[in-house]
């Protein structure tokens, strides 16, 4: 599966921004969902997962309550919506594809997209 992360850009801090990739070249209902992250200098880090049909998501603790992923079958495409972001959330966000949600989470084995740069100024 092919997938294209976008809509990365520059916001302040307390600010929103919203992510999509578009997944395509396999049936996108036979793939969980995720986003990774990973800032400077660092490790890639799971950020959100969905399962193949929505029905269970799975966050990071320093995401919880900020960030929403959600997928729309329709469009072959899944979403993260990222509120009261800080510098700390600064880094590229990668989307990611696997046929099983723990494999995603635990960022195994998955299909990944090119990356998109989020950057958030204090």
């Known amino acids: 599966v092919q997938l294209q992360a976008s809509g990365g850009g520059l916001v302040q801090a307390g600010g929103s921004l919203a992510l999509s990739c578009a997944a395509s070249g396999r049936t996108f209902g036979n793939y969980a969902m995720g986003w990774f992250r990973q800032a400077p200098g660092k490790e890639r880090q799971f950020v959100v997962a969905i399962s193949r049909f929505g029905g269970t998501t799975m966050y990071a603790d320093s995401v919880k309550g900020r960030f929403t992923i959600s997928r729309d079958s329709a469009e072959n495409k899944v979403y993260l919506q990222m509120n009261s972001l800080n510098p700390e959330d600064t880094a590229v966000y990668y989307c990611?594809?696997?046929?099983?949600?723990?494999?995603?989470?635990?960022?195994?084995?998955?299909?990944w997209g090119q990356g998109t740069q989020v950057t958030v100024s204090s």
């Open positions: 990611a594809a696997n046929r099983d949600l723990r494999s995603v989470v635990a960022g195994r084995n998955n299909y």
